[in-house]
């Protein structure tokens, strides 16, 4: 049974850093791309970081990028989401999602089958 579990999520202040983990259970985490999407009351998942292979390239969305970093651990099959220089509107639910092999169009929800119920990111300003 593939498992994604989400932890790390708390509450920061704006300017702050976290480190988001995906622990995962249930499938060879080796041939899986892996994303991270944010979601907020009323609004639709948006992509946050996504390598769209197992071994391949590291997307990030505009806000992301300069800020945020995807990394995969193999031996822990975890992945993560370090996020630095954290603001306001990065608050939300931060999901982590599975796909074999390949996610076209990795920032987007439908490139994936599986996914975890996510963690609490809150930044106060």
């Known amino acids: 049974q593939v498992r994604l579990v989400e932890s790390g999520g708390r509450l920061v202040h704006s300017g702050g850093s976290l480190k988001l983990s995906c622990t995962t259970s249930?499938?060879?985490?080796?041939?899986?791309?892996i994303g991270w999407f944010r979601q907020i009351p009323g609004k639709d998942r948006q992509g946050v970081a996504c390598?769209?292979?197992?071994?391949?390239?590291?997307i990030y969305s505009a806000s992301a990028k300069g800020r945020f970093t995807f990394s995969r651990d193999s031996a822990k099959k975890t992945a993560y989401l370090q996020l630095n220089n954290l603001k306001p509107e990065d608050a939300g639910i931060y999901s982590c999602?599975?796909?074999?092999?390949?996610?076209?169009?990795?920032?987007?929800?439908?490139?994936?089958?599986?996914w975890g119920r996510g963690t609490q990111v809150t930044v106060s300003s």
């Open positions: 999602a599975a796909v074999p092999a390949e996610a076209k169009r990795c920032l987007l929800p439908y490139s994936f089958e599986h």
């Open positions: 390598s769209d292979t197992p071994h391949g390239t590291t």
């Open positions: 249930g499938f060879r985490f080796n041939q899986y791309a």
